[in-house]
């Protein structure tokens, strides 16, 4: 039987590294979570980091340096509720890594794409409930459906919550719903700070469908 699991046991290796390379572009490793991150460190000249639904675009001049740029995928996540689809973390050396403003891009499905109020959103870090801040703009016209797509601005890594937060090297983005109320959203949803998310308190929520 050991001689058997001896056999096996390299082909189940090669399978399992295959599966990671196909889900990014870059040294795709699977965490401890079962979840996936890729790493590559860009230069100048720019590049295109791939992990499964969500290409980060690093432009031409977006860094002065080359920087090891850090991409995660996360399918289930604590503050998940409230985004629309996977999460994915983008980790920089430090808060001023970037000196121009990537693009990120998130493939969904064409019922999302089209309901016209999915943008991406960015998780603003500290407090006890952190908050999906939705982006300002709408899905760039390049950005071909079922993609929804919006820039990485330099300042929620350098001055996160409008300043009110320390700077930091790691957020996480989403495709996110905007909303103008709490109907606008689903059960167990609330609309806060332009988007549906998780509730402070359950009173604050939709109630659940019954």
């Known amino acids: 039987m050991q001689r058997g699991l001896s056999i096996y046991w390299p082909w189940r290796v090669t399978a399992v590294l295959a599966v990671t ?3 990014s572009c870059g040294t795709g490793i699977r965490t ?3 979840e996936v991150e890729v790493s590559r460190t860009i230069d100048q000249e720019g590049f295109d980091l791939k992990l499964g639904e969500a290409t980060l675009n690093v432009c031409m001049n977006c860094l002065d ?3 090891l740029i850090t991409l995660r995928r996360f399918h289930t996540y604590e503050h998940h ?5 996977p999460v994915f973390e983008i980790e920089l050396p430090t808060p001023d890594t970037f000196r121009q403003d990537p693009r ?3 493939e969904t499905s064409f019922t999302v794409a089209n309901n016209g109020s999915s943008v991406i959103g960015f998780l603003v870090p ?3 409930y952190e908050q999906w801040v939705p982006d300002s703009t709408q899905a760039s016209p390049t950005c071909d459906k079922p993609n929804i797509c919006g820039p990485v601005q330099i300042l929620e890594f350098t001055k996160p919550n409008s300043g009110t937060d320390p700077p930091t090297n790691i957020l996480e983005f989403a495709i996110v719903k905007k909303c103008g109320g709490i109907r606008d959203c689903g059960p167990l949803q609330t609309c806060s700070s332009g ?3 998780q509730c402070a308190t359950p009173s604050d929520c939709n109630p659940a469908t019954p």
């Open 104 to 106: 990120i891009v998130i």
């Open 195 to 197: 988007a549906c998310q």
């Open 21 to 23: 390379t196909a889900l």
């Open 65 to 67: 340096s080359p920087a």
């Open 32 to 34: 401890i979570e079962r």
């Open 126 to 128: 500290g407090g006890t």
């Open 81 to 85: 509720l409230g985004a629309v689809g």
